[in-house]
């Protein structure tokens, strides 16, 4: 079985490493030849190869940037086997779902594993990137069963769970739990620089801070995509805030002991 | 050399733990039963003592609630050896400073450890707890050296690094890189119960939600004690985010941008 990735960086990086096994050659493209050469020095890849001939493998996974995927998919579908079933990595669904649906091909799964870290780059890349991550697919009405079936085997033995989620449901859900999350964490950073010397975080706000600076070009095509969405998540945090902000101005205890109250039933019930 | 600690919950444990040296007996004194019982299982103390015991040690530890710092450390007053050292683990210093500066006691040193977990109680105490954490110190005018080179010994063997600040200027940070972290992550408990089934979040989530669901009665207490700067955080945190906002509500990719690389950098200088 031959394993096709475009796009070598931290997630195209650790699909090669995670499916790294005998039976399986992992070929990779990626337009930049720094990304090639760390991808190749780390073991994520068997071989490096043109966008044409990674179209030719069993199974292709799209890693690349949000803004490239589109022209990706393309010059894909211009080249590839018959046979070649093609899912991608992006983080926001909605412009793939659209591509998906005017190219209503059986072998095209949109993707989106739930995982990735701080740091960008096959440099560090994992193979344990994905075990116990959701890896959500979005399948749209002429994406055949046998094409999933193909997807989901090979997200399994990455160890991630596959997930089926509505495009529109998975782009609202993940405003809330990943792209607010980075936006809060790149606040926080902000306020903290203004806040000039005597450093003595704790625990929290190393936690909360952890995403803050991530990769401006990545994350402004992903904070795009999904603008709508995000502001909408964002919107909703400031309402829950103002509503613990508003007890804290007028002294309410008993508004504020309500809002951790329900935070600690919510978080129960949360799972996490 | 014996240590006295009042309160035994995490904080107050987690101290008799990392004091614990066969040269120093720990005596500790909690109002409530249970939670001595539980300290004592874990060999948090060495015996259970009442507060004017606690109180002839040669260093004490106040790691009561906010709610109840106050009255203690008047009954430790009533009742302390001459030469006993107290100081307390308070997470906002405005009430205990403006006790101690009424007080002007030489033997008092107002104090935070910058550490703690989701989690409360001695059950989830541990020698550890302290390791490579700032643990502020907010001496007033007349606290002296002898007591506060006292307290610093302890900290130190505690494996802390004690770090000396002025309270205004605790209760301020601290509003930022404690209290505010802990107000988001209720938030986002709240938001992620309100988008009902498909949990699929990703490592950043789980970072930010961390210390979602905790004690409502003792942060309650936290959070109405530093109401004015916790309040005045949440209103700067919704300034940054309300940047962002606007850029997404505009399709501005160059302000989103904007927004990320000033991230990028402050995190560069910020060190965590």
Chains 1, 2 share one sequence.
Not at 2 to 9: D, E, N, P, R, S
Not at 48 to 74: K, Y
Not at 242 to 269: M, P, Y
Request: net charge neutral.
């Amino acid at each position: 079985m031959t394993v096709g990735i475009v796009g070598l960086g931290l997630i195209g990086g650790s699909i090669g490493l995670a499916l790294r096994e005998p039976g399986r050659k992992i070929v990779g493209y990626d337009p930049n030849p720094e990304s090639v050469k760390t991808a190749r020095s780390r073991f994520c890849i068997d071989s490096e190869a043109s966008l044409e001939e990674v179209a030719q493998a069993d199974i292709v996974f799209v890693a690349a940037p949000p803004a490239a995927v589109i022209s990706v998919l393309d010059t894909i579908w211009s080249s590839k086997a018959p046979q070649t079933v093609v899912s991608d990595c992006t983080s926001v669904k909605a412009n793939v779902i659209a591509w998906a649906t005017k190219q209503n091909d059986p072998n095209f799964v949109a993707g989106h594993p739930m995982a990735g870290h701080e740091n960008s780059g096959a440099a560090f890349a994992s193979a344990w990137m994905f075990r116990n991550a959701r890896w959500i697919l979005c399948p749209v009405k002429g994406t055949s069963k046998t094409s999933i079936t193909t997807v989901e085997s090979a997200i399994k033995a990455m160890g991630a769970t596959p997930v089926r989620m509505k495009p529109e449901d998975h782009d609202r859900q993940v405003a809330t739990v990943s792209h607010l999350p980075h936006a809060i964490a790149g606040a926080l950073v902000l306020l903290r620089s203004e806040l000039g010397d005597g450093d003595f975080s704790g625990g929290s706000w190393r936690d909360l801070t952890r995403v803050g600076g991530v990769d401006p070009n990545l994350w402004t095509q992903i904070f795009m995509e999904n603008r709508v969405e995000l502001s909408k998540a964002i919107h909703t945090l400031e309402v829950q805030l103002e509503g613990l902000k508003a007890s804290l101005d007028n002294e309410n205890a008993a508004g504020v002991h309500h809002f951790l109250e329900r935070v600690k039933q919510a978080k129960k019930t949360d799972g996490h």
